[in-house]
């Protein structure tokens, strides 16, 4: 018989057998029996300031690598703390693993300190909830939380770790290899299916491709992009899917969401068939189902999303990189190329709209505060490939709307569940998770308000993350959305005064400079690239130029 563990100990043996590097988390009390073992393994325990950071840290990680993120927290206020985190990744499909402790077992029930009915709170949030009354179960319930978070569609799981188990209870250790227990889907469209789709795609001559978050999921970019050569077919993407595509790809029209441009919804309600990748089609990115489809044939690797929201013309359930290609190759054989008049029309409309949009007071690079577009205008022409770009909700992420990002651009952002305050952990698990690369984190000053603690952790960890704020000194969609709807001077709760952020920052260990000109935007980066520290570029933004009800 091997060496008996405690069950804190056997929870960390798992964390080490698939591979964990980070947790990030606030401890309590109940946690210690965990947090204590790891200071004798190469995985690091991050603390951040509020829970919510930990959970958004581990979203940006899975977002970034695909193998879930680690959070931790305490019993009943503690894990509470988390929901929010977990239901961003929920919504967004990032896989995680929420460990969450519970009190003892005798005493559930009798109203124990902090005491809360974890499996109703985390049920509906979650992909799943794995409570953990026995020792003998800590190991099988490790394993399929990882298997569960990263299988299928991925998300976050939530272990509900009771004390007494793991802190007095014993068991064995029993190593296994992570592909004994995850499996990934091996799947793609059978022949029928297949040969359905390349004969609908063959009956139409203005098909437009829409790409959601699973072309990246499924690392499916050149086969979408070789098929939308293929077929002479645009490509507009949801929020969720932009970086699936490059920026700079020919056929690419860019975003659509509930902000996105009338040239991406153009191309998807004039078209004669729509091809939807690894998209669920949510209510974010179809104005709450009102951008009419036609024709549609639907790819995703989860079959009870086909059809869900816009009847199918041909469901193809399986990987969309494999299915795509196979899709493809049909098409080559039989010699068929599409017609480009419907791509070349779209195309054009798109540089029309590109005059439009840029012209005018809104790109004026020199004029303070600073205009919405003048900022994006300055900061396209110094971002950088193969670097990660993370947006918070709100009007900052609106706006990255008219951004062209460099090949290989990793951008992430809260869509689904539009949760604020997103993005300083995201930035954080996503430089603890390749520290290589360029981290950007773009949010507003609302959002800075909800997670200003976090600027010390990134301080502490000296992360060289770039923290874009751009200060409007309002909640600013909120108060247009007011404005618009309300009438002048009908808005409440929305304003903030003038808080000087820059020095807030700098007590807690970021550096940073204030920009009242777009044209000052290059020298600023140029500075916090040559800082090698966490560093906060503060523009301060005008925030007169609204997305309501449509800026684009």
Not at 414 to 434: R, S
Not at 438 to 462: C, F, H, W
Request: hydrophobic share 40%; charged share 25%.
């Amino acid at each position: 018989m091997g060496e008996q563990l405690r069950g804190g100990e056997l929870v960390v043996k798992v964390l080490e057998e698939f591979g964990a590097r980070a947790v990030f988390g606030v401890p309590g009390g109940q946690t210690l029996f965990v947090t204590d073992p790891l200071l004798d393994t190469p995985i690091r325990f991050i603390h951040t300031r509020h829970e919510n950071g930990a959970a958004c840290a581990a979203d940006g990680w899975g977002r970034m690598t695909g193998e879930p993120g680690i959070c931790l927290a305490t019993t009943g206020p503690g894990a509470t703390n988390l929901v929010t985190g977990i239901g961003g990744a929920f919504r967004d499909s990032s896989p995680m693993i929420a460990l969450i402790f519970q009190n003892r077992l005798p005493d559930v029930g009798k109203g124990d300190a902090q005491e809360c009915d974890h499996e109703q709170v985390f049920n509906g949030i979650s992909k799943k909830y794995i409570p953990v009354r026995d020792v003998s179960t800590v190991q099988w319930a490790m394993r399929e939380a990882y298997r569960v978070a990263r299988s299928g569609r991925p998300g976050p799981v939530v272990v509900d770790l009771y004390r007494d188990v793991i802190e007095n209870q014993t068991a064995e250790y029993i190593p296994e290899r992570p592909e004994q227990y995850c499996v990934t889907a091996d799947s793609v469209a059978g022949e029928e299916t297949v040969v359905r789709a390349v004969n609908e795609l063959k009956r139409h001559k203005k098909i437009c491709i829409w790409a959601g978050n699973g072309v990246k999921l499924a690392k499916a970019s050149e086969e979408l992009k070789a098929l939308s050569k293929i077929l002479c077919a645009p490509v507009v993407c949801t929020y969720n899917g932009i970086g699936g595509i490059d920026g700079g790809f020919e056929n690419y029209i860019g975003p659509r969401s509930r902000h996105g441009s009338k040239v991406a919804r153009n191309a998807i309600e004039t078209a004669e068939c729509v091809v939807v990748v690894g998209s669920s089609l949510t209510a974010i990115s179809t104005n709450r189902w009102e951008i009419a489809a036609k024709h549609v044939i639907q790819f995703d690797i989860i079959p009870e999303n086909i059809g869900r929201h816009y009847p199918v013309e041909v469901g193809v359930v399986g990987d969309a990189k494999r299915s795509i290609k196979k899709i493809s190759d049909h098409l080559i054989r039989e010699g068929h190329k599409g017609e480009p008049s419907f791509l070349n029309e779209i195309l054009t409309q798109k540089e029309e709209w590109r005059k439009e949009v840029f012209s005018g007071s809104i790109t004026d690079t020199e004029a303070s505060p600073v205009p919405p577009v003048a900022l994006h205008m300055e900061l396209e022409k110094i971002l950088r490939e193969n670097s990660v770009f993370v947006v918070d909700a709100g009007n900052p992420g609106a706006w990255t709307h008219l951004t062209r990002f460099p090949d290989n651009t990793t951008y992430m952002k809260p869509v689904n569940y539009g949760n604020m305050g997103f993005a300083l952990g995201a930035a954080l698990g996503c430089k603890e998770a390749c520290p290589e690369k360029e981290v950007i984190a773009l949010l507003g000053d609302g959002s800075l308000g909800m997670t200003l603690g976090e600027l010390e952790t990134i301080g502490r960890e000296k992360l060289p993350i770039i923290i874009l704020l751009v200060n409007d000194s309002a909640y600013g969609n909120i108060r247009q959305e007011e404005l618009y709807k309300m009438g002048v001077n009908r808005y409440t709760g929305v304003d903030f005064p003038d808080i000087d952020y820059l020095n807030v920052a700098k007590a807690l260990g970021v550096d940073g400079c204030i920009v009242r000109k777009a044209s000052e935007i290059p020298a600023a980066f140029a500075r916090a690239r040559n800082s090698g520290k966490p560093f906060m570029v503060e523009v301060k933004l005008d925030g007169s130029y609204t997305v309501w009800p449509e800026a684009f």
